[in-house]
Structure formats: C-alpha cells, structure tokens
C-alpha cells in the first residue's frame, strides 16, 4: 500500500496519498509537454478518497482529444502543479508524482500518448506504449 505525500515548491499546497494507485503513467501528449515544460508528466492515479489536499490551488481546463476536459491544479503562489482531474473520470485524481517527497513505490505501467513523444524522450524500461489512452484504464 502507497502512503506519501508532498508539497509544492513554496509549501502552500499539500497533498497526501494513501492505498493503491489505478494506474501509474507517463504521458506523452502534447498538452502535458507544455503543461510540464519536458517531455512527459508522470502521473498515478487514485481514487478521490485516497487524496488529500490541502491549501490553495487554481486550476485550468483544456478540451482533451478524447473530448473531455482535462483540468490541471496547482499552486496560485509557486505555479507548481500538484494534481489534475477530468471530467471523464469522475471520482478520481491524477496526482503528479513529481511533487511527492518519496516516489519510490512507482513503478510506470505504460507509456500513453506515444505518437506524441519527442525523439530524445527516452525511458530505459520496456513498458507498454500506447497511442492514445487504452478505454480499460
């Protein structure tokens, strides 16, 4: 069982995680490339209940490919982003694995948005890649 938290960068936004992620992914597309500033965000994905948040946060909406509204928080002092959530996925919270102090129980299940890759955006296990978001997670 994951138990971890964080805080961003000025310590205004707090998140604690507890139980098993759904999914844990690094994601590829175009949107996270420039929401990040790299190539990629890793993200594992909880249930709402296994979340807990603290402090402020903005957050701001984009039309996903899928159609959905892909909603990305973070911190309205430091600019960190902490979490995102969609309103395809009711109920659950994409947390940045970046902003936690211990990320050592991440293992990545797969490679999402691959088409939308950069060249020199490498990983060094062999995971699943997909082009899109696989409909069964």
């Not at 960068?9 to 995680?17: F, H, P, R, S, T």
């Not at 296994?50 to 509204?69: C, D, F, M, Q, W």
């Not at 928080?73 to 694995?97: A, D, E, L, M």
């Not at 060094?124 to 997670?137: A, W």
């Amino acid at each position: 069982m994951v138990k971890a938290k964080g805080a961003c960068l000025c310590g205004q936004l707090k998140i604690e995680v507890e139980g098993e992620p759904i999914v844990m992914v690094h994601c590829c597309c175009t949107d996270c490339q420039k929401a990040s500033g790299t190539g990629h965000m890793t993200n594992a994905r909880f249930h709402e209940k296994n979340v807990r948040i603290t402090g402020e946060y903005t957050r701001y909406g984009l039309k996903a490919k899928s159609g959905n509204i892909n909603y990305r928080h973070f911190c309205p002092i430091c600019g960190s982003r902490g979490f995102g959530t969609n309103s395809g996925r009711p109920g659950q919270i994409n947390v940045n694995v970046g902003i936690l102090d211990d990320s050592s129980w991440f293992r990545p299940q797969m490679v999402i948005f691959d088409c939308d890759r950069r060249d020199w955006d490498e990983f060094p296990e062999p995971l699943p890649r997909y082009d899109e978001y696989p409909p069964e997670n």
